[in-house]
């Protein structure tokens, strides 16, 4: 699927490329949300887009749209006009962006559907508090500096729990170094392999899926590593000392 994106500029022509990605890598939403009726009249060049959830935003006659791809926008009734951006609730407390409580909803909801056992998990001797989500790739030198910070983050009762995101892409080295770590008999002894520059035995026969984890990362708006998502789905990006870490998950909401 190909949108014409030339008469499109600036943050409308960001949301509408991710109609390409979305469409060939995900998979339909069955929700009763995505047959909302304004669904079927969002309709861009002749082509529908996936939309995977409709609902109904703080203002009247305004819908919230969410993609497959992860994307949010909004747009009346009709589907005739859009607004792309963040929309804030002048509250009490301050500025909310609801439009970002609600990418780290659905990140949350995303990662809690990702079988524990396709994930690379570190946990220490401690009673977990808290468990963080971190895409990694073994290649990249900021996600050596976070893996080195394990014990300390485990000490803290917070479990790390990885998923694969190879930074230069599914055919680069890194992709295929994850496919080894996932596929050995034991991934969290083959990832602290890794990072140690060692060579990996296991076969790298685990490329489905890294892309699956890869491709999910993308949706949820990761774009390099390490990536850290915290329990409420706030996606923190990059190196993270374990010290700062434990006081962003304290305030973590």
Same mark, same amino acid.
């Given at each position: ?29 069955? $929700?009763?949300?995505? $047959? ?38 909004? $747009? ?18 301050? !500025? ?54 394990? &014990?300390? !983050? ?17 055919? $680069? ?67 993270? &000392? ?12």
């Amino acid at each position: 699927m190909k949108y014409d994106l030339s008469m499109i500029g600036g943050p409308v022509a960001m949301l509408f490329s991710a109609l390409m990605f979305s469409a060939t890598a995900l998979a339909a939403d069955d $929700s009763p949300t995505a $047959s909302h009726p304004l669904a079927e009249k969002l309709v861009v060049n002749g082509q529908e887009m996936p939309v995977k959830r409709i609902q109904e935003s703080p203002l009247e006659g305004l819908f919230e749209v969410r993609l497959e791809s992860g994307e949010t926008f909004y $747009s009346d009734a009709q589907g005739k006009y859009f607004l792309v951006g963040d929309l804030f609730e002048n509250a009490e407390r301050g !500025l909310v962006n609801l439009t970002d409580q609600a990418r780290n909803e659905e990140r949350a909801e995303r990662l809690a559907q990702v079988p524990k056992g396709e994930q690379v998990t570190f946990r220490g001797v401690e009673p977990t508090k808290e468990v963080i989500h971190v895409f990694t790739d073994t290649t990249c030198p900021y996600c050596q500096k976070l893996h080195d910070e394990i &014990p300390a !983050l485990n000490e803290r009762g917070i479990e790390v729990r990885y998923l694969a995101f190879p930074r230069g892409g599914l055919g $680069s080295q890194g992709a295929r170094q994850l496919s080894q770590v996932w596929c050995a008999e034991n991934p969290s002894e083959a990832m602290n392999a890794a990072y140690r520059d060692k060579n990996l035995e296991s076969p790298a026969d685990c490329d489905e899926l890294v892309a699956r984890q890869y491709q999910l990362g993308a949706a949820l708006g990761v774009q390099g590593t390490p990536a850290i998502i915290l329990p409420s789905g706030q996606l923190v990006p990059g190196y993270v &000392p374990a010290e700062r870490l434990a006081k962003m998950l304290e305030t973590d909401s």
